[in-house]
């Protein structure tokens, strides 16, 4: 059973344009943890959210947890072409131990 | 942020070799490692959790005498893919916890390790 469900699954886009990728789950986690990942490569952590509520800007990217902990969001603003690559969240507890990651979010930012 | 190598980054090996892959914390002590399968386009699928000092925890489905893992040191986790087939082919990726305090932590992964079985 899939803890963590992230939408969409793939999004493609025009330069400029704003996005938003969702990741909710019906567990409830200490921590969330949004991480991007380019091809051949490994995942590179973006941020780390802990308490319920909380906001946390990374230039054009918004991240928010929700009050509850169970789901959060990203946003870019003004999408360049180098946000390309593959979105992902994990959550801290929830019932397993480790990382439990949402299936990703393949994004394409197109020129 | 912290620093996870993995070597080697690619390896091509004929069917029925084994083939093992080392994952280290560079600049910071993990108790514990995780490594993780990767198919194209896929997520990260979490195959077992190594503890420094004791056996690994493998996850559902995961054949723990044919992926063996040894955790022998504070900065240093190995994956052994014993006689591998084609069907083992993928990216595989190591990731170390640093634990922050507070009930706090964070998984820092390597680059990965993209294994072709011909």
């Known amino acids: 059973t899939q803890l963590l469900e992230q939408s969409p699954q793939f999004l493609s886009i025009q330069e400029g344009e704003n996005l938003t990728v969702y990741c909710n789950s019906s567990?409830?986690?200490?921590?969330l943890q949004w991480y991007r990942q380019e091809p051949g490569e490994g995942p590179v952590l973006l941020v780390t959210?802990?308490?319920?509520?909380e906001v946390k800007k990374l230039k054009r990217l918004t991240f928010q947890f929700g009050d509850a902990r169970k789901d959060s969001s990203l946003h870019i603003t003004a999408a360049q072409p180098g946000d390309t690559g593959l979105y992902l969240c994990?959550?801290?507890?929830?019932?397993?131990?480790?990382?439990?990651f949402g299936k990703g979010t393949h994004l394409i930012i197109q020129p | 942020g912290a620093v996870v190598s993995q070597h080697p980054s690619w390896v091509i090996c004929k069917s029925g070799t084994s083939v093992k892959i080392e994952c280290r914390s560079l600049?910071?002590?993990?108790?514990?490692m995780f490594w993780y399968r990767q198919f194209p386009k896929q997520s990260l699928m979490l195959m077992a959790t190594?503890?420094?000092?004791?056996?690994?925890?493998?996850e559902q489905g995961v054949e723990k005498d044919k992926f063996l893992i040894n955790h022998a040191s504070l900065t240093l986790s190995t994956l052994t893919v014993t006689s591998a087939h084609p069907e083992d082919s993928s990216f595989y990726i190591c990731?170390?916890?640093?634990?922050?305090?507070?009930?706090?932590?964070?998984?820092?992964f390597g680059p990965g390790t993209r294994l072709l079985v011909l």
């Open positions: 600049d910071f002590q993990a108790t514990t």
């Open positions: 994990a959550g801290v507890g929830g019932g397993a131990d480790g990382l439990t």
């Open positions: 959210v802990v308490t319920g509520g």
């Open positions: 567990s409830v986690f200490s921590s």
């Open positions: 990731s170390a916890r640093d634990q922050l305090g507070q009930g706090l932590e964070t998984q820092y």
């Open positions: 190594s503890n420094e000092g004791s056996k690994a925890t493998y």
